[in-house]
């Protein structure tokens, strides 16, 4: 399986960048290509998998462990016996080093070996030039049996000083510089605080794409193909995938440039499993369609659209009948937010679902940011008691007022809590948190949905109205 790992120095580097004028470019040149982001990112991920026609996957071994990182990787990858001219590009996050602990668990490098896969290290040269070596000098003593094969210079200041950079790190450590990027005025790819403004939400891809094309004409294409293709045989037995040939039941899922947050993954098990999906714009529609068993709400940005979210009255108050009559509803971060009385953002406040009877609100600085884990204790519609989930979480909100007490179902292990050290807030066939959770690394997560929908038997809202589900005033 021809593949390399893209990795950096630190956030910033430039990997995102290099990551997708490189697809782009091997695209423009005939070559299928696949593409991987390290760690659990939605947005990286989104981008990638623009630039590269697919979805792409998150591979990350704290979350779903080695064995089901190959495996994965295996099944969605490219095998040279199968696609000639296909390649399997991964990008990693953070520091190649950074990992979960100071040991560097489950860092880009721990990827790399887990997937035997070359690494091209991309360098910010900005104000640098023989330290640059020292830098690649220092990955390879941390590591010796990491196979740094290539180095992309990012934010180079004109030919002389690309010149020294070559020399000093090629006679150093005789690692090859296969592609430069020459310094900009203007990042061509939109950011804003959560990272980069996701595709879904971008109109002007078209000239993003010309850009990136351009900053890819300083890649050495032939000597990275060379180096994907160095890699060894993986040997992995990717699991069986069996998919039900009947969908008995019908899952809506919000999917719109407000709610885009859902892996791939998440929602191939659900389908796998027998299920309908049905996607739901919460801006446009104005209600529920008919015949749902289960609504999945997953993260994004209903702050950003909190104006036109709020003032679509039908669409919220259908959630909130559909919550009332027993409708199973999974919610993970965004979801949460539209499921709450209120949103507070940015001095204003605005009318939420109020499925639940709590504020929500946004503030400058991340609220969670990092993995999570959560022991289920409580009685819940989806996930025996007992069972630990491990997650993600990045968000800048977080519940402000409650007007009375909210069950929840998990103890806080790892993580910030969404309720007095307590996450996966419930009511009634409702749980809303802030832990976003992958199919592969808790397959309990699909069974726990379809189980739950399968259960549910559609009815109106009935006289005995919840006490934890109360109107919007």
């Not at 330290?131 to 590591?143: N, P």
């Not at 989930?389 to 800048?396: A, I, S, V």
């Not at 009815?459 to 006490?467: D, F, L, T, V």
Request: contains cysteine; aromatic residues 8%.
């Amino acid at each position: 399986m021809p593949r390399l790992l893209i990795a950096g120095m630190s956030g910033g580097s430039g990997k995102t960048l290099v990551s997708l004028a490189l697809l782009l470019a091997l695209r423009r040149a005939g070559f299928e290509v696949r593409a991987f982001k390290k760690g659990p990112d939605y947005i990286d991920a989104a981008w990638l998998g623009w630039a590269s026609s697919h979805p792409a996957r998150s591979l990350d071994t704290y979350l779903m462990g080695q064995d089901t990182v190959r495996s994965s990787f295996i099944r969605n990858g490219f095998a040279r016996n199968a696609i000639a001219d296909g390649i399997n590009l991964v990008e990693g996050n953070r520091g190649l080093f950074d990992g979960f602990d100071a040991a560097g668990t489950h860092s880009s490098a721990a990827l790399s070996h887990c997937l035997a896969a070359p690494v091209v290290l991309v360098i910010n040269a900005a104000k640098v030039t023989r330290t640059a070596a020292a830098f690649v000098a220092g990955c390879r003593a941390l590591d010796p049996e990491l196979p740094i094969r290539g180095i992309i210079l990012n934010n180079v200041n004109g030919q002389r000083h690309e010149q020294i950079l070559r020399e000093a790190i090629e006679s150093l450590s005789a690692i090859p510089v296969v592609g430069t990027i020459r310094k900009a005025t203007v990042n061509p790819l939109p950011e804003r605080y959560l990272g980069l403004v996701p595709p879904q939400e971008h109109g002007a891809t078209e000239q993003i794409q010309e850009d990136l094309l351009k900053l890819a004409d300083g890649f050495d294409l032939d000597a990275i193909l060379s180096i994907a293709r160095s890699a060894p045989s993986l040997q992995a037995d990717p699991p069986e995938v069996s998919i039900s040939a009947v969908r008995d039941i019908k899952i809506g899922f919000l999917r719109d440039s407000a709610f885009s947050f859902y892996y791939p993954e998440n929602l191939e098990q659900l389908e796998q499993g027998g299920a309908e999906l049905i996607p739901i714009s919460a801006l446009q529609s104005s209600a529920l369609p008919e015949g749902l068993r289960a609504l999945y709400i997953g993260g994004g940005f209903p702050e950003k659209h909190a104006e036109v979210l709020s003032a679509n009255r039908s669409f919220l108050d259908s959630i909130r009948q559909a919550a009332l009559g027993g409708l199973p509803i999974y919610a993970e971060c965004g979801g949460l937010i539209l499921l709450a009385q209120t949103l507070r953002w940015e001095g204003r406040t605005y009318p939420m679902a109020g499925v639940f009877p709590f504020a929500v609100e946004g503030f400058d600085i991340p609220q969670g940011h990092g993995y999570s884990e959560l022991r289920v204790d409580a009685p819940n519609p989806f996930f025996p008691v007992g069972l630990v989930l491990r997650g993600h979480e990045f968000h800048y909100s977080r519940i402000s007022l409650r007007d009375e007490p909210v069950p929840t179902a998990c103890a806080v292990l790892r993580g910030t809590e969404c309720l007095q050290k307590r996450d996966l807030a419930i009511t009634r066939n409702v749980m809303a948190g802030y832990t976003h959770l992958h199919a592969l690394a808790t397959p309990e997560w699909a069974k726990g949905f379809l189980d739950a929908a399968r259960r549910f038997a559609p009815r109106a809202a009935h006289r005995n109205i919840s006490p934890t589900i109360a109107a919007v005033g």
